[in-house]
């Protein structure tokens, strides 16, 4: 997997080799950031479930001032350690459940990316969801990564839809606040 544009363009990035943590597909990746491209400059980025660091790292790349990377792996840590490792840019890489975070964090975001694993049941997305929408700044976008087959979940109130998009299996929506 590597870097789609901007700054960093071309950077492979490392995965982890763990059935339970899965790369977003590069297709959906590009779609997303084509869907954003004139949002990342000067943003303060969330990368929620983080696993490889490729969406936080996607930011940075596009000009994101600061990146937060959070995931409870320990190995996943690892991974995003070594992709940041030539990048020289402002980021933090926390090793916390995104539960904790999510309730604990007073920081406000512009961008906020959510992959939580499939198997999540859409009750535990839809409390997330709606205390995530306390982390987002006016205008704000939040990135959901879901499997096509997911059950959907509810739109916290005070979001509303700016995009979906299927992409193989992959179902991204976008909400704005």
């Known amino acids: 997997m590597r870097i789609i544009a901007g700054k960093f363009k071309g950077l492979n990035i490392k995965t982890i080799n763990d059935p339970s943590t899965r790369p977003m597909m590069s297709r959906a990746r590009e779609g997303i950031f084509n869907s954003l491209q004139n ?9 929620l479930f983080a696993g490889s660091g490729s969406l936080g790292i996607e930011a940075l790349s596009r000009g994101a001032s600061f990146v937060t990377f959070v995931d409870s792996s320990v190995d996943c ?7 940041l490792s030539d990048i020289d840019q402002n980021f933090t890489v926390l090793v916390l459940s995104v539960h904790d975070y999510i309730t604990q964090s007073e920081k406000k975001f ?7 694993p499939f ?8 409390s997330d969801l ?48």
């Open 77 to 83: 840590k690892k991974i995003i350690d070594k992709n």
């Open 39 to 47: 949002d990342f400059n000067n943003s303060l980025v969330l990368d």
């Open 130 to 177: 709606n205390t995530i929408q306390n982390l987002m700044r006016k205008n704000s976008k939040l990135i959901i990564h879901r499997h096509k087959s997911s059950v959907q979940f509810v739109y916290p109130e005070g979001l509303e839809l700016y995009k979906e998009k299927k992409y193989g299996q992959s179902n991204i929506t976008i909400l704005k606040k």
């Open 110 to 116: 512009d961008i906020i990316f959510y992959d939580p």
């Open 119 to 126: 198997s999540f049941l859409v009750n535990e997305i839809n």
